[in-house]
């Protein structure tokens, strides 16, 4: 199941003039090291409803940790722990010497929590990620160590000085490593069979300059890749393992360096032909991909099955305002026609609250959604991160809210919207509703099958038929009987199985946007009773306001 995702390495160039910590005394050379990935809060790509009928219990494994972890001295004893399904007992951080976490913006609140029981059992505390590199100033309190940028050339003298007892407490790199040299992650860490896909990487950062994203901040702007040998021998170490399901290709764009892509591709076609076709592949890709038919094809015979694109919005202004110009060469509409008729089934985000949005732009997107057949659409109010463009506007424009407690896509802006704020969030709560009230999802997700045009080379997961009856009896039970939305569900199983019964892919991805309803549609309505608390909690707050205002002006006068 795709999670769009901007995690992957942690930090490094030594700040000048930071001196060691000398309370901290030498590791030695046989550390024990506890990695532990924090818990997500719920979220759209968390997939939780779905998550009940599954065997697995988490979508994607923490492909950064592991990667740090083949960095690691050989003598170092790792282990990892992964919030989504292990409890944190204090028997496992007592065991530890070193206490490393790496967290997305999303996941600071464990990580906190992660961090301050680890001190208070005087263990050493050591964090790096995506949160680490655009906040450093936040979490430099809350660790013995810092790192911000990328890992991987400057491990190894920093396991060395933390042996010794001389490591600094903030590590930072503004150079970016040579992907070429990033290792092989230790998959076998990995409990494999507690997640629904595993993951890859083969690049790292996107030549566009999109105003609100913090992956060209972070990883830059000139995509570095793997060579193709890297890329299959991370698969052919998931296979020999007993791996056979999904394997996501984490790049923000996969096709930012289209011609390494272009050959990737093609390598992979041939390592799938000569294993029979293990694993279904998905990734992200900016909307161009429609534009390169030689990579199109390329990609799906690869066994390529779907792909996220960041649509954001139908409106030009926005596009124009937030500096999304490959958005802008052509239709989008039939851009992403060409990728569903290409073999690949489009899922995409959407975002509202553009400094040039009005009210009519909520509708636009449902009709947009509804238009391209896209089942799976994360719609979103725009956010500011950390290091970005947008972040740096509307600091300089004084529209930061700068204590925002903003976690996701659903959270208030952390800045001031044009748009009056309960506007915004009652138009978000509109979209969502429309989109995933029953009848609209699931004639939204027979069409997103229609439209899609798989090739007889692309093939599922081959899973154990045990394993696959007991989801389908999870799905029946828990979706068609004891559900609020079975009717609808009972009617596109029907449909599905009379249109797409002899096409295994149909078949397939039909099933897996079925029963990812219970999540889409139960999480939707969650979220839009949310945002209208949040709206009412707003007018109040403004009416409180406007009554004290009389007062307050009295008592000026006097």
């Not at 992660?114 to 964090?127: E, M, S, Y």
């Not at 305002?321 to 509409?333: P, S």
Request: glycine share 6%; charged share 25%; aromatic share 10%.
């Amino acid at each position: 199941m795709p999670v769009p995702s901007a995690e992957l390495t942690q930090p490094f160039f030594i700040v000048p003039n930071e001196s060691p910590r000398p309370s901290l005394p030498p590791l030695g050379s046989n550390v024990k090291v506890l990695m532990v990935w924090p818990r997500f809060p719920p979220s759209f790509w968390g997939f939780e409803g779905m998550l009940d009928m599954i065997p697995e219990k988490a979508i994607m494994p923490p492909l950064g940790l592991i990667t740090v972890a083949a960095l690691c001295p050989a003598s170092w004893n790792i282990r990892l722990l992964d919030r989504a399904f292990e409890e944190l007992l204090d028997e496992d951080l007592r065991w530890a010497d070193l206490v490393m976490v790496s967290a997305m913006h999303a996941q600071r609140e464990d990580a906190r929590s992660i961090l301050a029981r680890a001190r208070a059992l005087g263990r050493r505390t050591f964090i790096g990620g995506p949160w680490a590199s655009s906040e450093p100033e936040a979490v430099a309190t809350e660790a013995d160590h810092v790192l911000v940028g990328e890992v991987e050339e400057a491990f190894p003298d920093i396991a060395a000085a933390l042996e010794r007892g001389t490591a600094r407490s903030l590590y930072q790199i503004t150079d970016k490593p040579d992907m070429t040299r990033s290792p092989q992650p230790r998959f076998d860490l990995l409990r494999l069979d507690r997640y629904a896909s595993m993951s890859v990487q083969f690049s790292r950062g996107c030549p566009f300059q999109c105003e609100f994203c913090d992956i060209i901040t972070i990883y830059g702007r000139k995509p570095r890749t793997k060579t193709s040998a890297q890329v299959i021998g991370e698969l052919e170490t998931l296979r020999r393992l007993g791996w056979r399901d999904e394997v996501f290709i984490v790049d923000d764009n996969f096709i930012g360096n289209s011609h390494a892509a272009l050959q990737l591709a093609r390598d992979l076609k041939v390592w799938q032909d000569s294993h029979g076709r293990p694993f279904p592949l998905y990734t992200e890709a900016s909307i161009d991909l429609a534009d390169r038919p030689e990579l199109l094809a390329a990609m799906v015979e690869a066994n390529f099955m779907y792909v996220f694109i960041g649509i954001e919005t139908p409106s030009a202004e926005a596009l124009k305002e937030t500096r999304k110009f490959q958005n802008l060469r052509r239709d989008n509409v039939q851009q992403i026609r060409i990728i569903q008729e290409s073999g690949l089934w489009v899922l995409g985000g959407f975002i509202v609250g553009f400094d040039s949005d009005d009210e009519s732009i909520f509708n636009r997107q449902l009709e947009f959604i509804d238009r391209t057949g896209i089942a799976w659409a994360m719609a979103g109010v725009l956010q500011a991160p950390p290091t970005t463009a947008l972040y740096d506007r509307m600091k300089k424009e004084g529209r930061l809210i700068e204590n925002s407690q903003a976690m996701t896509n659903f959270s208030p802006p952390n800045f001031r919207t044009v748009l009056p704020l309960p506007v915004l969030l009652r138009g978000l709560t509109d979209l969502l509703t429309g989109l995933y009230e029953p009848e609209s999802y699931f004639r939204r997700a027979f069409r997103s099958l229609e439209v899609w045009r798989p090739r007889a080379i692309q093939r599922p997961p081959n899973l154990p038929l045990s394993q696959e009856l007991r989801v389908l009896f999870a799905s029946l039970w828990t979706q068609g009987v004891r559900s609020n939305y079975r009717l609808a569900y009972w009617r596109f199983l029907g449909k599905m199985i009379r249109s797409w019964s002899r096409e295994p892919a149909k078949m397939w991805l039909g099933f897996m946007v079925l029963i990812s309803a219970h999540h889409f549609l139960n999480y939707a309505r969650e979220v839009a009773g949310e945002l209208e608390r949040e709206c009412q909690a707003l007018e109040l707050a403004e009416k409180a306001a406007g009554s004290r205002l009389p007062a307050l002006e009295s008592a000026e006068a006097v």
